[in-house]
């Protein structure tokens, strides 16, 4: 059996994978929607998420998926209605070009898409093909791909309901190349600047950068663009990155792009790059990851994110 045969096997082995783990997380929210988040939750920090008095911005995240109305969560983390939102609030120049929206993978249109451009799901997490060459990529695969994608019951693991919610498409977009030009620090991806804004206001960066399929590396920053590597923790997937990374020629634009858009939020994390210079805006996030911060920061943010009148209310 040659290489070729052996990934592709491997590659659908691994699809199978996430969908049944789906419908296994989608099985155990009917009998208690608290599950998938507590499974997590256990996991990562060894404890239980406190349902009745949630304290870090992981739990408190987890019980507004469950008790409070987040149907702006899921407009926004929608890939492609999401451009309207942020064009509604005046930063449309700041989102790639957008080269079609398809219902269907059988309905993409590659002939009139340019040579490179980056074709994506709308409703998920790493459901993201880069085509740096049209003429290279077998259409038939990435179609059929691209439709294994759409048909995933993605929000069901961890609890991420909102994502249910989303009328799932295909989209392309402007591919969006790395650029180094004038650094000292030369990472081998584009630099994704993650921001935490709680309660309308920008409070830590969280700056992905040299990415690879297995492996990333991680760094913090205040808003005075100082490192801080101890709110860190390292896994098998990502580190600490060993360079302090230049502050971002548009830091003061990020900061005010975040603290318009966030008003509306209790919280949200909004993902930046930069490349030639200028700024684009990657994608809003409601239910973020447990990977990169500690509880302790976690538990920093947790109480600048004021859930108080939600939770006056009872459940």
């Given amino acids: ?167 799932p498409c295909i989209i392309a977009e402007e591919l969006l190349e790395n650029d180094t030009i004038g650094m000292s620090y030369s990472p081998n991806s584009l630099i994704d600047y993650k921001v935490f804004c709680v309660s309308g206001e920008p409070q830590w960066f969280l700056v992905v950068s040299n990415r690879t399929e297995n492996h990333t590396d991680l760094a913090c920053y205040d808003l005075d663009w100082k490192s801080h590597p101890e709110y860190l923790v390292e896994s098998s997937h990502w580190s600490k990155s060993s360079c302090v990374l230049p502050r971002p020629v548009n830091f003061d634009e990020m900061l005010h792009i975040c603290r318009e858009i966030s008003v509306d939020f209790a919280q949200v994390r909004i993902d930046f790059y930069e490349v030639r210079g200028r700024l684009y805006i990657g994608e809003l996030t409601f239910s973020t990851g447990y990977g990169g911060f500690t509880l302790e920061r976690y538990s920093y943010l947790g109480k600048k994110m004021n859930i108080e009148p939600i939770l006056a209310r009872g459940f």
């Fill in 1 to 167: 059996m040659n290489i070729r045969v052996r990934l592709k096997r491997i590659s659908v082995l691994v699809e199978v994978y996430k969908v049944c783990l789906q419908y296994k997380w989608k099985l155990l929210s009917r009998v208690d929607k608290r599950i998938p988040a507590n499974s997590l939750y256990k996991k990562v920090f060894h404890k239980k998420i406190n349902w009745r008095s949630p304290v870090d911005i992981i739990e408190k995240i987890a019980w507004m998926e469950i008790y409070a109305d987040t149907s702006l969560w899921s407009l926004c983390a929608d890939k492609y209605r999401m451009r309207k939102y942020v064009e509604e609030h005046g930063f449309g120049d700041c989102l790639p070009e957008l080269y079609g929206c398809w219902n269907s993978a059988g309905d993409i249109d590659f002939s009139g898409l340019p040579k490179s451009f980056v074709l994506k799901t709308n409703n998920g997490c790493g459901t993201v093909v880069v085509v740096k060459d049209k003429l290279k990529v077998d259409e038939d695969m990435l179609r059929k791909k691209m439709q294994k994608w759409l048909k995933r019951p993605y929000g069901y693991a961890g609890g991420q309901y909102h994502y249910l919610r989303i009328p």
